[in-house]
């Protein structure tokens, strides 16, 4: 079945650091690719989406590329700030049908002045 | 922003009780979903809802679980007993259409059964 793999947590940086939170996935077929971000005391919240192989989807200074070839859609930031500290969860949406999401398992970052 | 509530926060129960966890979705979604995150793993999809029915549900969904829309703003999620194992952060979340819409999650309701 659908599965996502994401680096453990949690992420610690200092601010105006570089930001990577690696994310591999297994799914059948030509799946969406999520990246979803849940800030202290709030729901999930979608932060950026890429439909297609090749897709960069980007938000807020976010961006993940989905490569087809390595089954990956890495978050990246290039300099990330105290605001951005979160649990960041990448997911996916199968391509064979449905409406349901399988998540990752989150990583929290953690920024520092 | 509109957003998905949930209440409450933080729910302690004791093991074989019944638990009804409540959610009201945004006003003019259609799609309604509940997801849950045992400690430590990943977030998992239990069932999605629409037109007054279940659309999909996963495994983890079995007879002791159900969800209702009683009145047609609440979506609740019940757990007929309760094991420890039910313990858990439970998301719930609403669509407004199907596909290509984004989902909306609320804060979640941190459920412990002792």
């Known amino acids: ?113 | 922003e509109p957003e998905v509530t949930q209440t409450p926060s933080h729910q302690v129960t004791q093991m074989g009780q019944e638990v009804i966890l409540r959610c009201v979705p945004i006003s003019n979604h259609l799609y309604f979903y509940w997801y849950r995150q045992i400690l430590g793993q990943k977030v998992e999809f239990l069932v999605s809802f629409y037109n007054n029915e279940i659309s999909e549900k996963s495994e983890i969904f079995d007879d002791q679980f159900s969800v209702e829309r009683p009145d047609g703003s609440n979506f609740t999620l019940k757990i007929r007993s309760t094991k420890l194992e039910d313990s858990a952060m439970y998301f719930c979340a609403s669509r407004r259409t199907d596909l290509g819409e984004k989902l909306f999650f609320g804060s979640g309701t941190q459920l412990s059964v002792l």
């Open chain 1, 1 to 113: 079945g659908d599965s996502v793999t994401q680096m453990e947590g949690p992420v610690t940086l200092s601010e105006e650091a570089f930001l990577t939170i690696n994310c591999t996935y297994t799914a059948t077929g030509y799946p969406s690719l999520f990246w979803y971000v849940q800030y202290p005391g709030e729901g999930l919240q979608l932060l950026l989406k890429a439909t297609k192989a090749d897709d960069k989807g980007s938000n807020k200074g976010f961006e993940a590329t989905y490569r087809k070839e390595t089954t990956s859609f890495h978050l990246e930031k290039g300099s990330v700030q105290v605001s951005d500290s979160a649990v960041y969860f990448c997911a996916l949406r199968g391509g064979g049908g449905g409406n349901k999401l399988t998540f990752g398992t989150g990583t929290q970052l953690k920024v520092e002045l």
